[in-house]
């Protein structure tokens, strides 16, 4: 059971990682050309690279076929859609994707069950709990990249607004900074970056910016990202200091942000309790206890011979 089981995650990880590494690969080429190349004077390159499509067309072509398997509404599709935006792929051929591999997925898991002869332990359970754990993978797998990127915006935002501040001061507008800004963190925070430049896409495009602003958060749902937007809105409504405002958002994120370290230290030893019980203690015990159970053990052996 236990090398049936090895065998069938070993498996599944290295398809995983292969069907990744090639909806990735042109995203990953593109950074790795941004890191090469000098930074661009002007963002049009960025705005450009944001809109192409990064799943390469051959997957497409390939996982057409299966996403037309499942039946699907059209709220199931808004709210996928709505998902894959989270996750950062705003294609249509990325929900596509998404349910396509909602079908490819278990048929392999099916197959590794069969290859791996784990079916044996009772055929009817193990290939139901398959079935659904692959058709629930990919959702799974959409979680943590939402997960991943919102961790991305949250930690990157203070950065953001500190260059932001200093950009309104030294008398730039805000969509001017708003430039700037993602044109200065387009390599060290790309994600956050990526959000700035769809604002003053969407505000190139006709849509006035408190819309614009809202779709950020819609797009990030951060807490903190909907926090600025607010803080935006109601200062550009009442017409007050954009710079006053932005500074005190970023000192109390910036207080936010310590706050979050200390309750996070403050956690630590709870976190800590069962390794320590479960790992560290037996090792000790082990150590301290070892010698003198061994020459209490020769000793009765003694004893019990001499007797």
Not at 19 to 44: T, Y
Not at 241 to 253: C, N, Q
């Amino acid at each position: 059971m236990e090398l049936a089981v090895l065998t069938f995650v070993a498996v599944f990880l290295v398809a995983a990682t292969g069907v990744l590494l090639l909806v990735n690969r042109l995203d990953l080429r593109a950074r790795l050309s941004n890191i090469g190349l000098a930074r661009p004077e002007s963002p049009e390159g960025t705005l450009q690279s944001i809109l192409q499509e990064t799943a390469p067309r051959s997957i497409d072509k390939v996982m057409d076929p299966f996403q037309r398997v499942l039946p699907r509404s059209d709220e199931e599709v808004s709210i996928a859609r709505k998902r894959m935006i989270l996750a950062g792929y705003r294609k249509d051929a990325h929900v596509n994707l998404f349910y396509a591999t909602k079908v490819v997925v278990p048929v392999l898991v099916l197959v590794l069950v069969t290859v791996t002869r784990a079916y044996e332990y009772g055929p009817f359970f193990v290939y139901a709990l398959g079935g659904a754990l692959g058709f629930l993978i990919p959702d799974f797998w959409v979680g943590h990249l939402i997960d991943k990127r919102q961790d991305d915006i949250r930690l990157a935002l203070p950065e953001a607004l500190d260059l932001m501040v200093i950009c309104v001061e030294a008398g730039l507008g805000l969509d001017q900074a708003l430039i700037r800004v993602a044109d200065e963190l387009i390599l060290s925070q790309p994600v956050l970056a990526e959000e700035l430049l769809m604002v003053n896409l969407e505000q190139r495009a006709g849509r006035p910016r408190a819309e614009a602003w809202k779709n950020l958060a819609a797009r990030t749902d951060v807490d903190s990202v909907r926090a600025l937007v607010a803080m935006l809105l109601q200062a550009d409504q009442f017409g007050t200091s954009i710079a006053k405002s932005l500074r005190v958002h970023a000192d109390s994120m910036r207080t936010q942000r310590r706050q979050k370290a200390e309750e996070q230290a403050a956690k630590t030893t709870i976190k800590l309790l069962f390794p320590v019980v479960f790992f560290i203690f037996p090792s000790l015990f082990v150590v301290v206890l070892g010698p003198s159970w061994i020459t209490i053990t020769e000793m009765f052996k003694k004893g019990f011979g001499g007797g």
